[in-house]
C-alpha cells in the first residue's frame, strides 16, 4: 500500500496552489491512494538498464532566425486578464503583510 | 435541406465547386440541424451562427468572381474547444477560462480559415481533455446520438456527436491518450490521431505536452485525409513539429479504394489489447472484421506487445505530471477568473489557490495533485522515472511488432458507449478505459479509428483501430479507406446512414 495520508494531501495541495475543503481532503486521499497502488506496477519493468523516454518523436536544436516577427499588442495581451492597470497586469500583493 | 447535412464533406465539396450548392446553403442547413437536436445532445459550447453566414457568403462571392478555391472552401467544421480561436470563447470545458476569447488563433485554426473552411463553433470535452466521457465537462455532458443516455466518448465526445449528429461533416479534436479516437468509436464516427508532431499544437491548451496531439474528425476516411492535409505539415511555432515533407493523405486514402488495396497486406493483432475485459459483441465485430481482410488477402499474424500492459500506468503519472506543471499558467492574472479567497490576506498565492479551488474541477484537482505527488522529491525516481522507463519499452514493443507487419490493429475502445455515471465515482475504470488507445500516445506513432458494426447485444458502434509507424499516416488512410470500403460493400450502405433515424428516436435500434 502507498498509504498517502490527508497531511501529503493537503501539503501537495498547498505546493499546487489550490484551496480544498476538509471533504475534497479526505476524498482525494482514497482516490489518490488507489491510483498510486494501481500505477506502481510500473516499478515491476523499469529496471536499471531502461533508458528513459521523455519525448516521443526527439527533436534537437530547434532554432529559428533571429528576427523580430509581429506579436501581441499590448491591448491583446491584457485582453484577458481579470485585472489591468493601465498598460500593466494587476497583481495581488506577493508579500504577506505578517 | 435536410439532405445536404448528410453529404459527405468531398461531396459537399463537389457539389459548391460545381455550383449547385451555395456555402451560404450548405451552413445554414448544419445550423439548422444544430438548431435541431443541439439542445438534447450538447455537442456546441458555443455557436457562432453570423459569423458562420457571413464568412460562407464571402467565400460565395469569391467564387462566383471566379476565384479557384481550395477542395474543402465552404465545408463547415466544427472545433474542439481545446483550440484558441480568435473571434469564439475558448474555455477547454473549465470554468476557468469561462468567457475567455483568446488573443490568438491556433495555428490548425488559422490553417482552416486560411482554406476557406466555415467554423460554425466550438464543441464540448472533459475539462482540460481529462476524461474519457464528456462527463468532466464544466459545462454539462455531451449526449451520445445513438443512445441518449451514454457517453459520446471522450474528451473530445463534442466533436464526435456533432459529425455522428449531422451537425457537422468535419470538426478538429485533440488526442492525448485517445480522446479522437475512442469518441469516434462509440459514436460510429472516424477519428485520427496523427504522428507526434505531424500536426501543430501551437494554439491546443496543452494537457501533456509529450502526448498531445491534434488531429481529423469525420464520417469517412477519406474526408479525415481531406482534413488532414489542411491542418498537418511543419509550424514554426511549435518547436515540436516536425520538418518532414508529408505525403498527401487524400490521395493515400483514394489508393485504398483500388482493387487488391489489402492483398499481401501484413496486419499484426496486437495479443494483449484483446480477450478478458473487452465486451463479447466488441470481440465479436473486430474477429469478423479480421476474417474480411483475409478474405481480401491480408496477412494475419498474431503479435505480443508485452509492455503495453504497463501502459495505463505509466500514462497517468506522465499525464498528471505534465499536466500538472501545463496547468500552473492558471495563476489568476493572464487570462481566466479571479477569485479572492474568503479568509486570509489578499496574497497571490492566496488568491491564486482560491481561484484554483473554484475553477478546476474534481478531476483537473485529481490529476494536479497526482502529478504534483510524482513529480516530488522521494518520489520522481519511482514513480516519474519508472513510467518514463516504461515508454521506452513500449517504443521498442512497437519497433519489434512493425518489423513483422505493415499495420497493427486492435479495438478502438474496451467496450461500447458505456451509461452516464457508470464510471465516474472510479477513477481507475474510467482511465482503464483508455487501455487500447494509450499505447500509441506513449510512442508518438499515428493511430486511427473506424466504425466495423454494431454490437449484437447493445446495437451500440464498435470501432477498429489501425496504427501505423510513426510517419507513416499516410498508411493509416490508405489501409483505412480500403477495410471502410469493405465493411459498406458488406453491409450495403454507411455506418452512420442509421444514425439520424437513431438521433430522432429515442429507442429505435438498428441492425448491422
Known sequence: MSAITAEQVAHLANLARIDLSPEEITNLTIDLGQIVDSVAKVQEVATADVPATSHPMPLTNVFREDVVVPSLSVEQALSGAPARAGDKFRVPAILDEE | ?512
Open chain 2, 1 to 512: 435541406m435536410t439532405e445536404l447535412i448528410r453529404l459527405t464533406a468531398a461531396e459537399l465539396s463537389s457539389r459548391l465547386q460545381a455550383g449547385t450548392v451555395s456555402a451560404v446553403e450548405a451552413t445554414q442547413a448544419h445550423l439548422d440541424q444544430i438548431v435541431a437536436v443541439d439542445t438534447d445532445l450538447h455537442a456546441f459550447l458555443h455557436v457562432a451562427a453570423d459569423a458562420a453566414l457571413a464568412t460562407a457568403a464571402r467565400i460565395d462571392a469569391r467564387r462566383a468572381a471566379g476565384e479557384k478555391l481550395g477542395p474543402l472552401a465552404g465545408v463547415p467544421i466544427a472545433i474542439k474547444d481545446v483550440l484558441t480561436t480568435l473571434d469564439m470563447p475558448t474555455t477547454a470545458g473549465s470554468k476557468i477560462l469561462e468567457g475567455w476569447v483568446p488573443p490568438y488563433d491556433a495555428t490548425v485554426v488559422a490553417r482552416l480559415r486560411a482554406a476557406d473552411l466555415i467554423p460554425l463553433g466550438k464543441t464540448n470535452m472533459d475539462e482540460f481533455a481529462m476524461g474519457s466521457s464528456t462527463e468532466h465537462s464544466a459545462y454539462g455532458v455531451t449526449r451520445n446520438p445513438w443512445d441518449r443516455d451514454r457517453i459520446p466518448g471522450g474528451s473530445g465526445g463534442g466533436s464526435a456527436a456533432a459529425v455522428a449528429s449531422f451537425q457537422a461533416p468535419l470538426a478538429l479534436g485533440s488526442d492525448t491518450g485517445g480522446s479522437i479516437r475512442q469518441p469516434a468509436a462509440v459514436t460510429g464516427s472516424v477519428g485520427v490521431k496523427p504522428t507526434y508532431g505531424a500536426v501543430s499544437r501551437y494554439g491546443a491548451i496543452a494537457l501533456a505536452s509529450s502526448l498531445d496531439q491534434v488531429g481529423p474528425v469525420s464520417r469517412t476516411v477519406f474526408d479525415a485525409a481531406l482534413l488532414h492535409d489542411v491542418i498537418g505539415g511543419h509550424d514554426p511555432l511549435d518547436s515540436t513539429s516536425l520538418t518532414d515533407a508529408w505525403p498527401s493523405m487524400a490521395a493515400a486514402a483514394t489508393a485504398g479504394l483500388a482493387d487488391g488495396a489489402l492483398k499481401g497486406v501484413r496486419v499484426g493483432v496486437i495479443k494483449e489489447l484483446s480477450g478478458s475485459g473487452f465486451q463479447a459483441g466488441v470481440t465479436q465485430r473486430f474477429t469478423e472484421t479480421l476474417a474480411l481482410l483475409t478474405a481480401a488477402g491480408a496477412e494475419i499474424t498474431e503479435v505480443s506487445a508485452p509492455n503495453f500492459e504497463y501502459a495505463v500506468a505509466a500514462y497517468y503519472l506522465i499525464l498528471p505530471a505534465e499536466a500538472s506543471s501545463n496547468l500552473a499558467r492558471f495563476d489568476s492574472v493572464r487570462f481566466g477568473i479571479r477569485v479572492d479567497p474568503a479568509e486570509g490576506s489578499l496574497t497571490s498565492e492566496h488568491v491564486m489557490a482560491a481561484t484554483r479551488e473554484a475553477g478546476f474541477g474534481p478531476e483537473v484537482k485529481r490529476r494536479i495533485i497526482l502529478g504534483t505527488y510524482a513529480l516530488s522529491t522521494g518520489y520522481y525516481d519511482a514513480y516519474y522515472g519508472s513510467a518514463q522507463k516504461v515508454r521506452t519499452l513500449i517504443q521498442r514493443d512497437f519497433a519489434a511488432a512493425f518489423e513483422k507487419v505493415d499495420i497493427l490493429v486492435s479495438p478502438s475502445a474496451p467496450t461500447t458507449a458505456f451509461k452516464f455515471g457508470e464510471k465516474l465515482e472510479d477513477p481507475m475504470a474510467m482511465y482503464r478505459s483508455d487501455i487500447t488507445t494509450i499505447p500509441a500516445n506513449l510512442a508518438g506513432v499515428p493511430g486511427m479509428s473506424i466504425p466495423i458494426g454494431l454490437a449484437p447485444e447493445d446495437g451500440l458502434p464498435v470501432g477498429l483501430q489501425i496504427m501505423a509507424p510513426a510517419r507513416a499516416d499516410a498508411r493509416l488512410y490508405t489501409y483505412g479507406a480500403a477495410i471502410e470500403q469493405l465493411l459498406e460493400a458488406t453491409w450495403g450502405h454507411t455506418m452512420l446512414d442509421q444514425a439520424p433515424a437513431l438521433a430522432l428516436a429515442t429507442t429505435a435500434k438498428g441492425a448491422i
